[in-house]
């Protein structure tokens, strides 16, 4: 059983592309987050999802929030994605799927592709929204709809 709305989410430091660390605590209280969790970059679904998420990014900043995106890829893979697709948000390396497994993304097609979900984050830490669906085209639209929904309160 995976993360529950309301739940608190779980605290993590990874690297980014860029060989920086990011800590989450450091956003927590400052402004709501969008983390969401992708099989591997330059693969077909994963290209849409983080482009989905680029073409989108000044809506979701103009709204307060951050997006963030997270696979095993190491770092200088990211560093090449972000570059050949001008990602503007911050791609996390979770090399061995150690804060995969915290936000409990479970793995599908008998564990053989990691799983593809989002969580929306309000400011205090509390999750708003949980969305899990191999449909990468979807992440992005769920996303946006929360931010939104969270921003007239």
Not at 108 to 133: A, M
Request: with cysteine.
């Amino acid at each position: 059983m995976g993360l529950k709305l309301g739940d608190s989410i779980p605290d993590f430091s990874l690297k980014d592309q860029n060989g920086n660390w990011f800590h989450l605590k450091e956003l927590i209280g400052n402004k709501p987050l969008v983390i969401f969790f992708y099989p591997k970059d330059y693969t077909p679904g994963c290209t849409k999802e983080v482009c989905d998420f680029r073409d989108r990014y000044e809506d979701f900043q103009e709204l307060g929030a951050e997006v963030v995106g997270i696979s095993s890829d190491s770092e200088k893979m990211h560093q090449r994605f972000a570059q050949s697709y001008k990602l503007p948000f911050t791609l996390l390396s979770d090399k061995g799927g150690k804060v995969r497994k915290l936000f409990k993304v479970e793995s599908k097609f008998f564990n053989l592709l990691p799983g593809r979900e989002t969580f929306v984050v309000d400011k205090s830490g509390k999750l708003i929204l949980v969305f899990n669906s191999i449909n990468a085209t979807n992440h992005m639209p769920m996303a946006l709809k929360a931010i939104q929904k969270t921003s007239k309160k």
